[in-house]
């Protein structure tokens, strides 16, 4: 399982995720903030106040979560 080591969020509404494995995935989530799981985040400041837990999870305080094994699974779409 890859570990995140630090998250950007961007003005743009993306992430940049850094691996442990010096892998960088940049994130688009403009589409997945017309979802009932994220639109919580429409707000810019809500969208960039996150934290990591556990190397594995980005969390936006009661907001919502995402691990990095559905940000890959995501990608790999």
């Known amino acids: 399982m890859s570990k995140i080591v630090k998250v950007i969020p961007n003005d743009d509404y993306t992430l940049e995720i850094r691996l442990k494995n ?3 995935i940049i994130y688009d989530m403009k589409p997945r903030l017309k979802t009932v799981r994220f639109c919580g985040l429409t707000d810019i400041n809500k969208f960039k106040a996150l934290r990591l837990e556990n190397a594995n999870t980005i ?3 009661r907001l919502c979560q995402m691990t990095i094994d559905e940000i890959i ?4 779409k």
């Open 22 to 24: 010096n892998h960088i």
């Open 73 to 76: 699974s995501m990608v790999e």
């Open 59 to 61: 969390v936006w305080d």
